[in-house]
């Protein structure tokens, strides 16, 4: 597989500051990796997107799915790759602070997000302030279509 330019550079948190970024939201409950992605368009043609990836699982679970779906859940906990929240469930409301927190940081234009179980967090996103931004999928597909995003 060829990659782009660039594709394996390690990534300047630092520049990334203030960035405008869209980002997805899929959660899940119990059996599920909840998952919140950031894209960095690029700024000139020879920049790629850049994209920071955020993944959870509940802690009290993660034993039992590295058996059940024969995945080293706990190896990536352990480098980073994956988060987990305390008890048996996502914990959404350490995800919602996760968010609030990352747009204190980064200009996050837009979250698309999977309807699924989302009443809650949108509310309480919106009520962070980030409602200026949230659109669920299905929203304005053509306005991610010509911005060359993938709807999460």
């Known amino acids: 597989m060829c990659m782009p330019k660039g594709m394996n550079d390690p990534i300047d948190y630092e520049a990334l500051k203030g960035r405008d970024c869209y980002a997805g939201l899929d959660l899940s409950s119990t059996s599920d990796i909840t998952a919140f992605v950031l ?6 043609s020879e920049e790629n997107h850049i994209i920071l990836p955020f993944f959870w699982l509940p802690k009290d679970t993660l034993e039992l799915r590295c058996r059940r779906d024969h995945v080293l ?3 990536w906990e352990r480098q980073g790759y994956i988060k987990t929240t305390e008890g048996n469930v996502v914990h959404y409301g350490f995800i919602e602070s996760f968010i609030e927190q990352l747009s204190e940081t980064y200009h996050i234009k837009e979250i698309a997000y999977d309807r699924w179980n989302a009443t809650q967090m949108v509310q309480n996103l919106e009520g ?4 200026r931004c949230i659109r669920h999928q299905g929203d304005e597909a053509s306005v991610y279509d010509e911005r060359g995003i993938l709807s999460f």
Not at 39 to 44: K, Y
Not at 128 to 131: A, F, R, Y
């Open 39 to 44: 894209v960095f368009p690029p700024r000139h």
């Open 73 to 75: 859940y706990d190896v």
């Open 128 to 131: 962070m302030g980030l409602d």
